[in-house]
């Protein structure tokens, strides 16, 4: 968490500290802000680095997952689909990678590079409502791969879900 007076450069520095951990480098070692600000819009476009704020009306269904209206095109019946939220989204794209060996034969492997989920804002939001029974499974011994592996059942899917290991997330707020 990257706390402060408003104005002092959390956000700022959050970019900083999501290029130094993707590209494991040192934060002293990143001096020139513009290139860093180059490579931060490139992991962002790559999918590495994800960023939302927080606000009063912010929720489980848009962090983790929801349930989203589906109209018919005559507009007379109405459905239901669920989708996953931002959080569930990046930390199904961190989990693994898909590489084609061949024409005929495709290869997932665990993923290991750093993943960074930015946060602005996070003291903004109601935590408990938001993060739901994740406040447990983002701590760094409960993350999938570790000896405390934790996983919950979401509540809309019915899928497990866990944190990967190789998720930092990183937040501001105002003190």
Known sequence: ????????????????????????KPIDELTDYDAVMSRYNELKKAGRISFTTF??????????????????????????????????KFCDNAK?????????????????????????????????????????LIESTKRAGMPEAASAILPYSGDEFSVPSNVYILGTMNT
């Open 96 to 136: 693994s990678i898909t590489r084609s060996t061949d024409i005929e034969s495709t290869v997932i492997e665990e993923n290991t590079e750093p993943y960074v989920f930015i946060i602005d804002e996070i003291n903004r939001g109601n935590i408990s409502k938001i993060f739901g029974e994740l406040i447990t």
């Open 1 to 24: 968490i990257l706390y402060g007076p408003p104005g002092t450069g959390k956000t700022y520095n959050s970019v900083i500290y999501a290029v130094a951990i993707c590209d494991g």
């Open 55 to 88: 606000h009063q009306s912010y929720g489980y269904e848009e962090f983790i997952e929801g349930i989203k209206p589906i109209i018919d095109e005559n507009k007379h019946d109405i459905g239901y689909t669920i989708e996953p939220g931002v959080f569930k």
